[in-house]
């Protein structure tokens, strides 16, 4: 089994950054990819954006582009999510993912989540 913790969320002001945090433990070597999904008021389930063990990305929609950087520390088990220019249409709880499955940004793939972080954006 593996365990994922997300940290780093909070609220903050339009234009703002965050930076969340995913931790991740147990049988963390059977870890192929790892992601982060959202989810605002309402909505579906959406991906932000994936890496693989060597780094390879994976980014999905034109909301993250440019505004938000997916990075890896593999010695600590941990993915972050850099997001800068925030938007109010940011505001979601955001969930690390972790999968087994080369890179993928389908959420069905995905065989362990957080508990997810709330990211909150005012104007």
């Known amino acids: 089994q593996v365990q994922l913790v997300e940290s780093g969320g909070g609220l903050v002001q339009a234009g703002g950054s965050l930076r969340l945090s995913c931790a991740a433990s147990?049988?963390?070597?059977?870890?192929?990819?790892m992601a982060w999904f959202r989810q605002g008021p309402g909505k579906e389930r959406e991906s932000v954006a994936a890496?693989?063990?060597?780094?390879?990305?994976?980014a999905y929609g034109d909301f993250v582009k440019g505004r938000f950087t997916i990075s890896r520390d593999n010695d600590k088990n941990t993915v972050y999510l850099q997001m800068n220019s925030l938007k109010p249409e940011d505001t979601a709880v955001y969930y690390c993912?972790?999968?087994?499955?080369?890179?993928?940004?389908?959420?069905?793939?995905?065989?362990?989540w957080g508990q997810g972080t709330q990211v909150t954006v005012s104007l």
């Open positions: 147990g049988r963390t070597l059977s870890i192929r990819t």
């Open positions: 890496i693989d063990r060597g780094g390879g990305i994976l």
């Open positions: 993912a972790a999968t087994r499955e080369l890179i993928t940004n389908i959420r069905d793939s995905y065989d362990y």
